[in-house]
């Protein structure tokens, strides 16, 4: 399995950006589907943004569409999560996973066998 660790969260306030960061190592990055999660206190793991094995094809949550973007360096072995015009509601715990497939872009967590140990996202309002 892929190991994985992400960077960039902190303390923004309401309306900027912050660019998260994953490394992944361990295994071959481009035979995996990447994904970024969150979880606030007391809501539920939820999907944000997922990308395929090759960087062509992405998807994202309701709630992110049109703010986030999400990109991959498979010769860095790293994903990216671009967030812009945040909200006190992105206010999260955010994971980077990974799903060992090149068939599309996963969005159930079940699928995603890898996970980093997460980075706080905090937005003040």
């Known amino acids: 399995q892929v190991q994985l660790v992400e960077s960039g969260g902190g303390l923004v306030e309401t309306g900027g950006s912050l660019r998260l960061s994953c490394a992944a190592s361990g295994s071959t990055f481009d035979n995996y589907a990447m994904g970024w999660f969150r979880q606030a206190p007391g809501k539920e793991y939820k999907f944000v943004a997922g990308i395929n094995w090759s960087g062509e094809t992405t998807t994202y949550g309701d709630s992110v569409e049109g703010r986030f973007t999400i990109s991959r360096d498979n010769a860095k072995s790293a994903v990216y999560l671009e967030m812009n015009s945040l909200v006190p509601d992105d206010t999260a715990v955010y994971y980077c996973?990974?799903?060992?497939?090149?068939?599309?872009?996963?969005?159930?967590?079940?699928?995603?066998?890898?996970r980093g140990q997460g980075t706080q996202v905090t937005v003040s309002s």
């Open positions: 996973a990974g799903a060992h497939t090149r068939a599309g872009v996963p969005t159930n967590p079940r699928l995603f066998a890898s």
